[in-house]
Nanobody
Framework: QVQLAESGGGFVPPGGSLKLSCANS????????LSWYRQAPGKQREVIAT???????SYDDSVKDRFTVSRDNAKRSLELQMNNLRPEDTAVYYC??????????WGPGTQVIVSA
């Protein structure tokens, strides 16, 4: 059974930084692509960063050059470093396998609020 739990969110001013973490179990971590997603108020959930088993990364244009996704297969660790945060980054952030849809298991997410 896949289990996911995001942490590290919070309230930060514009320009601030946060690092999100994804606790996980129930699947073969080291052989899957993983993604970070976010859902802003009134909007659909969107994928913002993806990382392959071998650390190939891709980013949505909205977070490129500001966010960095990383993983450590030995530690089963997935993180998202977010720098230079903007008010439009305000959202609930989720981790999951690449291509996850509403019918997949999702964690509770972690809230990020960027505001002065």
């Amino acid at each position: 059974q896949v289990q996911l739990a995001e942490s590290g969110g919070g309230f930060v001013p514009p320009g601030g930084s946060l690092k999100l973490s994804c606790a996980n179990s129930g699947f073969n971590f080291d052989i899957v692509w993983l993604s970070w997603y976010r859902q802003a108020p009134g909007k659909q959930r969107e994928v913002i960063a993806t990382i392959s088993q071998k650390n190939i990364t891709s980013y949505d244009d909205s977070v490129k050059d500001r966010f960095t996704v990383s993983r450590d297969n030995a530690k089963r660790s997935l993180e998202l470093q977010m720098n230079n945060l903007r008010p439009e980054d305000t959202a609930v952030y989720y981790c999951n396998l690449r291509g996850a849809r509403d019918g997949n298991v999702w964690g509770p997410g972690t809230q990020v609020i960027v505001s002065a």
